[in-house]
Structure formats: structure tokens, C-alpha cells
T-cell receptor, first 113, second 115 residues
């Protein structure tokens, strides 16, 4: 079946550093989404991408939909302690199963003050 | 708006017991979903619904049943709980299934332990 390979699995960074994580697949997708999950909470949508090559920002977060439609990356600039959490990529090819997002396994981010 | 709410927040069951998890959304969304989240596994889709009265199987449907009798509610049932069903369960909803309307909003989760 379709799978998303998300890397890295975890990151330990110093406050103020930039962060980069990515998701790749052997399958093509029409939609890429990035979610953040904090301990004890459900995932919260950060950025949504709908066109190949699209680059979208949300504050200090920037995400891109890869040209090949098989990958996406998320960058966080000037990290702060509240960026701590697990970041998930998710993708959908809505020409196939409607509504069935596929999730990566997450990148756990730790920020040292 | 409360968004997506889940009841209960925590539950401990013995093997073989049954229970129902309730998800409610007040955003008039058409689509609703149930996921389970296990350490290192990300989120896996159990069942989903594309509208009132309809349900469909996701990636890991075995051992679960669902019902969508009202548009705003999506119930997840465990008829005979097993230790392998120990997990955190998340409900989500989206306006529809394509493009921008597939942005799913998640509830806070239900932590279930089966002894």
C-alpha cells in the first residue's frame, strides 16, 4: 500500500535554530498536509498544500509540495520552546479513496532553551 | 464552537468487555473518521464516514464497528476488547473529501487500556 517515509524520526535542537523535516513516498499525491501534535492533544493542522511546487508559509513555518508530487518538506525558522511536539505529514490522492489521508510516523521535535 | 469532542477521555477495560466511543462535531462536516495512534506507528485509519448513514472501512477495521446515525455524531464500538486494542483513539472531521475540504480537524483523543 501507499506509505509515507518521514524523517528524521526525532530532533534535539537549541532554541533559535532552524529545523527541517521531510516526507517522501513512491506514490503521487494531490494534497500534502502538515500537522503538529502536542502531548495529550489531537493533531492540529499547520499548513495545507494543493499544487505541485507550491510553497506556503504560516508564521515561522514554511512547507513545500514537491514538483514530483512524491514529497514535501516543512521548515521551522528560529525555533522556540513552544515548537516542541510531534510533527506529522499527511497526504491524499483524492482521485482514489475519498477522505483517506495517509500519515507519516512523525518527527518528534525537542527544543532546548 | 466546540469543534470535535470525544467521550470519554480515558477508559480501562478488561479483555472481552465492550464499549462505545462517542465523537461529536458542531461544524456541520460531512466526513468523519476514526484513527488509532500507537507509539512509532503514526495515525492509522480504522473506519470513516462520508455522510449520515454511511460508513466504510479504513486501514485497520478488524475488531471495530461504527455507526453514523446523525450527521454530527460518529460512534466507534468495540464488541469484545482485546489487549491489542490498547491505544489512543482520535476522531476527526472534514467538510468533504477533496482539495481544501479535506483538511481534517481532530478531537483531543481517548486513551483506552485493555487489560
Amino acid at each position: 500500500g501507499q506509505q509515507l517515509n518521514q524523517s528524521p524520526q526525532s530532533m534535539f535542537i537549541q532554541e533559535g535554530e532552524d529545523v527541517s523535516m521531510n516526507c517522501t513516498s513512491s506514490s503521487i499525491f494531490n494534497t500534502w498536509l502538515w500537522y503538529k501534535q502536542e502531548p495529550g492533544e489531537g493533531p492540529v493542522l499547520l499548513i495545507a498544500l494543493y499544487k505541485a511546487g507550491e510553497l506556503t508559509s504560516n508564521g515561522r513555518l514554511t512547507a513545500q509540495f514537491g514538483i514530483t508530487r512524491k514529497d514535501s518538506f516543512l521548515n521551522i525558522s528560529a525555533s522556540i520552546p513552544s515548537d516542541v511536539g510531534i510533527y506529522f505529514c499527511a497526504a491524499l490522492n483524492y482521485g482514489g479513496s475519498q477522505g483517506n489521508l495517509i500519515f507519516g510516523k512523525g518527527t518528534k521535535l525537542s527544543v532546548k532553551p | 464552537n466546540a469543534g470535535v469532542t470525544q467521550t470519554p477521555k480515558f477508559r480501562v477495560l478488561k479483555t472481552g468487555q465492550s464499549m462505545t466511543l462517542l465523537c461529536a462535531q458542531d461544524m456541520n462536516h460531512e466526513y468523519m473518521y476514526w484513527y488509532r495512534q500507537d507509539p512509532g506507528m503514526g495515525l492509522r485509519l480504522i473506519h470513516y464516514s462520508v455522510g449520515e448513514g454511511t460508513t466504510a472501512k479504513g486501514e485497520v477495521p478488524d475488531g471495530y464497528n461504527v455507526s453514523r446515525l446523525k450527521k454530527q455524531n460518529f460512534l466507534l464500538g468495540l464488541e469484545s476488547a482485546a489487549p491489542s486494542q490498547t491505544s489512543v483513539y482520535f476522531c476527526a472531521s472534514s467538510p468533504r473529501g477533496g482539495g481544501a475540504l479535506n483538511e481534517q480537524f481532530f478531537g483531543p483523543g481517548t486513551r483506552l487500556t485493555v487489560l
